[in-house]
């Protein structure tokens, strides 16, 4: 099964997915702009083979819903998204203002 579900932060609006597979759930919210992710995000990817997409990315880790990847803090990003002022350890809400 496949969630969509509008996430509203100081009146911007993000759209948040999950996706129900066998034994786990892939969940992000994302922006026009950029997007943070579960623990299934490949940071690393992102920058060495992708990195001339410059992705705003953001990975977050134990997460099992959309509510708590929201409440969660970044455990890692991509190096575009620290050119933006994203790092480490930020909340995932700030993260997504940074990233509208």
């Keep these: 099964m496949v969630t969509l579900k509008p996430i509203i932060i100081n009146n911007v609006t993000f759209l948040g997915v999950a ?17 943070v992710m ?8 992102l920058n ?26 970044l455990e890692s990003v ?3 998204s620290e050119r933006h002022g994203i790092t480490k350890g930020m909340s995932v809400r700030e993260a997504l203002l940074k990233m509208s």
């Design 19 to 35: 996706v129900e597979l066998p034994k786990t759930s892939l969940l992000a919210i994302t922006s026009d702009r950029g997007y």
């Design 38 to 45: 579960c623990g299934a995000l490949d940071i690393g990817l």
């Design 48 to 73: 060495e083979r992708l990195k001339d997409r410059r992705i705003l990315a953001g990975r977050a880790v134990g997460v099992k819903t959309l509510d708590e990847l929201l409440e969660a803090s």
């Design 78 to 80: 991509t190096l575009e």
